[in-house]
């Protein structure tokens, strides 16, 4: 089990907010994020729990202007999600992994884009050949909203 957090502040460039208003950012908020610095916050819970050949781990975050860290859908707003997967080691050389994920926005009143939110779901499997060498095989289903 652990807990992380993130606490930052930064300026944008113009150049970092270019196109922004084709996703639905509002003029205002887009002169909001370039005439003052901006802050950026995260917390998150995570677990991980390996049980033999089974194995169990996930992740719940809250955070707000997290598009460095892949959250908020890569947009400048307050955005919650987290995943959970399951593992199971099938032998010494083969592993598979299953799992889901979700990122959503949280305060559209604030930040009114087009774009709410993202689901994923995965599986996949590695082949060790040798400690140096692995064979991995994923899909990976992504659906923005």
């Given at each position: 089990?652990?807990?992380?957090?993130?606490?930052?502040?930064g300026?944008?460039?113009?150049?970092?907010?270019?196109?922004?208003?084709?996703y639905g950012?509002?003029?205002?908020?887009?002169?909001?994020?370039?005439s003052?610095p901006?802050?950026?916050?995260a917390?998150?819970?995570d677990?991980?729990l390996?049980v033999?050949?089974?194995?169990f781990?996930?992740?719940?975050?809250v955070?707000?202007?997290?598009?460095?860290?892949?959250?908020?859908l890569?947009q400048f707003?307050?955005?919650a999600?987290?995943?959970?997967e399951s593992?199971?080691?099938?032998?010494d050389?083969?592993?598979?992994n299953?799992?889901i994920?979700?990122d959503r926005l949280i305060?559209?009143?604030?930040?009114?884009?087009?774009?709410i939110g993202n689901s994923?779901v995965?599986?996949?499997?590695?082949y060790?050949?040798?400690p140096?060498l692995?064979?991995?095989l994923?899909?990976?289903?992504?659906?923005?909203q």
């Amino acid at each position: 089990m652990g807990l992380s957090g993130h606490r930052g502040r930064g300026r944008f460039a113009k150049s970092d907010l270019e196109g922004c208003a084709e996703y639905g950012m509002l003029p205002e908020v887009r002169q909001r994020l370039l005439s003052r610095p901006t802050n950026s916050w995260a917390g998150a819970i995570d677990f991980d729990l390996q049980v033999k050949r089974l194995g169990f781990g996930g992740e719940w975050y809250v955070g707000s202007n997290i598009n460095a860290f892949g959250g908020s859908l890569g947009q400048f707003a307050k955005s919650a999600g987290g995943f959970i997967e399951s593992r199971l080691k099938a032998s010494d050389r083969l592993e598979f992994n299953t799992g889901i994920g979700i990122d959503r926005l949280i305060d559209r009143r604030a930040f009114p884009a087009l774009l709410i939110g993202n689901s994923s779901v995965f599986a996949n499997a590695t082949y060790q050949f040798m400690p140096e060498l692995e064979l991995p095989l994923e899909y990976r289903w992504l659906s923005t909203q």
